[in-house]
């Protein structure tokens, strides 16, 4: 069983930045992946980014690889979501996301691929 809390959500201007953290508690195993999807109104959940505790590897979507990193924090024992010049289209409730199993990009960026989920942080970005 796995419990995960996100946190850093709220509201930016369009170009701004925010920082998102998923806290984990319960088994943990060193396979241990994290990531992060995202769910605008009307839209099916997307995936953002995914990263394997134990070997450090990340995987990240298309659409937002250029402006957002996923990256392990230490010292805060944390999985972090750093997003940079944020748009308005990436407004949505962003949800942390476990699973003990590691693939390709493919299998990874599925939804169905996961067991734990928070309880999501609102991402609202502003023109």
């Known amino acids: 069983q796995v419990q995960l809390v996100e946190s850093g959500g709220g509201l930016v201007q369009d170009g701004g930045s925010l920082r998102l953290s998923c806290a984990a508690s319960?088994?943990?195993?060193?396979?241990?992946?994290a990531g992060w999807f995202r769910q605008a109104p009307g839209k099916e959940r997307q995936f953002v980014a995914v990263i394997n505790w134990n070997s450090g590897s990340t995987i990240c979507a298309e659409s937002v690889k250029d402006r957002f990193t996923i990256f392990k924090n230490r010292a805060k024992n944390t999985v972090d979501l750093q997003m940079n010049t944020l748009k308005p289209e990436d407004t949505a409730v962003y949800y942390c996301a476990a699973t003990f199993r590691w693939g390709t990009s493919r299998t990874m960026s599925q939804s169905s691929e996961y067991n734990y989920w928070g309880q999501g942080t609102q991402v609202t970005v502003s023109s």
């Open positions: 319960g088994r943990t195993f060193s396979s241990y992946a």
